[in-house]
């Protein structure tokens, strides 16, 4: 063995003795935690409250989406004690490029957005955005939200069906979905005038930052991570196992109005419009018309470089990684963690040096 493997060697093993410094591999993910209270929508036009009987906002496009969204995210922060711009800001397309998406591109950039800023808010929260919107999702989204526009009926069950049962009675989402505790929102508007400005923008507004009076149930969904805020178990949140890692589910919107919508007979309503949000978490399969893979397996058998043996050069690279000196790959990061306990820390590049002179990761190299 050369000087120079022994030196390196040497270097290892000193510094593993006296550091324990952790890098997380893929880990699940908790959901941000809810609001103590309501944050009224609030853009350049001024207040919408109705609990205060206040009607001052502009709903005036872009400018007061941003406007809203930012000012919801800065009181957010006073609420949790977080430092001023932690959770940043909404940045939106130009005017001219939002008024052409769809709902659905834009629920998914304003979802992902909220979903994204929010790591590390709390301890476990990761942000992990949702995978992408799903033709079959949107389609179920904007069945539902016709149907009670159609029959003039608000609920969550009006066709029959509850939400879950529409998801696994649709002959395509049915075979290729997973478990999941939440499957939709629901926001309707009505006006005395002609027509309810930027419907799906402000319910994921009030869905985020107004929800207190459904005891944060809508945000919890829209938020919805790995572990479900009100119930641990593993098989309630997104189970993070199908194509890229660390990307949750496909979303769906449906946006349905009528001036005849009026489901409460006020009487003086002139355009209701209702917006349905569902969303799946996927399986892979022959059948499922997307192209996602599986997960690869995490191989914890030391050969960090990936050459097909486990030497003094994979011990280092373990402990480079464990000094957060390199941002390893998913491969790369399991090979490290020859222990399998989900980090990478010194011991493991002892570990994997040990390999070298008959000793083992958990699983060897073939």
Known sequence: MTASVL??????????????????????GESPPNLSGNIPWTDTGGTYDPDSGIYDASFNGVVDIESAFNNGRRQEEIQFGLSTDFLGNLVLPDQSVWDIMTPDEKAMLIMNSERIVREEMAP?????????????????????SDYLVDHNAWGHSEDGFTPYERIDNDPVLGPCHEFLYRAENIAAFWTS???????????????????????????ETVLLQDKDLQNQNPFYGFNDNVGLSMVEGFIGIGLSESPDYDPFGWGWVNMGT?????????????????????????????????????????AQQAFAIALEMMVPTFEEACAADCNSDGSVTAGDAQQIFGVIFGGSCVDPVS
């Open 274 to 314: 209702v917006v349905v949000f569902n969303y799946i978490d996927p399986v892979s399969t022959g059948s499922c018309p997307w192209d996602l893979t599986p997960t690869p397996a995490c191989l914890n058998h030391g050969d960090v470089t990936g050459d097909g043996n486990v030497t003094a050069e994979d």
């Open 7 to 28: 030196k390196s060697i040497g270097s290892i093993l000193m510094i593993a003795l006296i550091l324990g410094l952790l890098i997380p591999l893929s880990v699940e």
């Open 193 to 219: 005038g002609s027509s309810n400005p930027l419907p799906v923008e402000r319910a994921i507004y009030m869905w985020v930052y107004a929800d207190a009076g459904s005891s944060w149930g809508h945000r």
């Open 124 to 144: 476990g929260v990761l942000g992990y955005p949702f995978n992408g919107v799903q033709a079959d999702v949107h389609d179920l989204a904007q069945y539902y």
